[in-house]
């Protein structure tokens, strides 16, 4: 088995017999010897990953997909390499796409073109870079299942890894920082420490917290990335060339709110603020809770309401909606819904804006 195989192409792999031997019959020797190459050359897992992906297509019947990547002498040596695989194993192994190949060949495609996309865009792996980077060793997780996993951090906070997602630590997190690097989409709960804010690195974004709950969504496939708040604050700003301007760059970014997301396109490099699709209310003491039923109350104070509730600012003309009441129950409506109901009340329309409601025009007449 080779042991050399820095600067390979994913063309390079699906060329090379003990690559292609361990993929299609692994032993635990050649396990061993990938999963090792790997934790050593983590520059190079893209292009690994890459042409994992393009056998898979291959081995599911995709080859008009996988010729658009790959010649078509070497897409017959690899579809003679795998019948003879099959052969040696002396079992038929049907081929025919189910629903879970399905799936996963549709996931294969995502990918696999979403890379060669941002190849051909002359924009590298953000992840990759910041792996590679790193000094000491590192701690890296992959979820390449179809659910959802738990990742437990070394400092007592959570990660909730989406599929096709990673995420990646250095071995000394939590003694001089708390830094992780993500491709993919993860939900963080983390421990609450004023001396070591949490920092979440994902496409030249950088979410800052000391301890809330959030989700970053920054796949290398998708031009926006996304950052949301479920509870507490967080402040996310475009990553400096020197982590030591940190906190000159900070002017140039958000502060979020619960149930606001940042949206951060890598095209412009520019952030835009926005409430998240669907608001949910804040968990908050059961004294607090509005119950959202009214009789004859006050509008006023159905807004002040359902601030309280989602953490969302309302602005509206008090002068023009005073005295203005609501008969309603909004205890099983939506936070949309429950504007909706308001609005036709009063005749007026709301709108979002920079992660607040505007309520335009309305009257009691």
């Not at 990335?225 to 475009?238: A, L």
């Not at 990553?239 to 140039?252: C, F, R, Y």
């Not at 396109?265 to 209310?281: A, D, G, H």
């Not at 602005?315 to 036709?344: M, P, T, V, W």
């Amino acid at each position: 088995m080779k042991t050399v195989y820095s600067g390979y192409t994913s063309s390079d792999f699906l060329t090379d017999d003990s690559f292609i031997g361990h993929q299609l019959l692994p032993t635990k020797t050649s396990h061993d010897f990938w999963q090792a190459w790997l934790e050593t050359k983590p520059e190079n897992r893209g292009e690994w990953e890459q042409a994992v992906f393009l056998l898979d297509a291959v081995r599911l019947g995709l080859n008009d997909y996988a010729s658009t990547y790959l010649p078509e002498t070497v897409i017959a040596e690899l579809l003679e390499k795998i019948k003879l695989t099959n052969s040696n194993q002396k079992e038929t192994r049907n081929l025919k796409v189910n629903f879970r190949w399905l799936a996963a060949a549709s996931i294969v495609i995502a990918l696999v073109a979403g890379s060669m996309f941002w190849k051909r865009s002359g924009v590298s792996s953000d992840y990759q870079a910041h792996v590679s980077g790193l000094e000491s060793a590192f701690t890296e997780k992959v979820n390449t299942t179809s659910k959802t996993q738990l990742i437990h951090l070394p400092d007592g906070s959570t990660a909730e890894l989406l599929p096709n997602s990673k995420i990646s630590y250095a071995h000394d997190f939590n003694t001089t920082n708390r830094r992780v690097f993500l491709s993919g989409e993860a939900s963080f709960e983390v421990t609450k420490n004023v001396r070591k804010p949490f920092l979440v690195y994902a496409n030249k974004v950088v979410t800052k917290v000391l301890g809330t709950k959030f989700i970053v969504r920054a796949y290398e496939t998708e031009t926006d990335v996304k950052v949301n708040v479920q509870s507490g604050q967080v402040s996310v700003y475009r990553e400096s060339a020197d982590d030591t301007k940190i906190g000159k760059t900070l002017h140039n970014g958000l502060l979020l709110l619960p149930n606001q997301q940042a949206v951060f396109s890598r095209k412009t490099e520019e952030f835009s603020k926005t409430l998240v699709e669907e608001p949910e209310i804040l968990t908050l003491p059961a004294a607090d809770k509005p119950v959202f039923v009214y009789d004859e109350i006050s509008i006023s104070k159905v807004f002040e309401d359902i601030e309280k509730a989602y953490g969302i600012t309302i602005r509206y003309n008090k002068e023009s909606l005073e005295g203005c009441q609501l008969s309603a129950s909004l205890n099983h409506e939506s936070f949309d819904e429950k504007l909706e109901i308001i609005c036709k009340t009063v005749k007026a329309t709301y709108q979002k804006f920079d992660g607040q409601i505007i309520i335009n025009g309305g009257s009691c007449e």
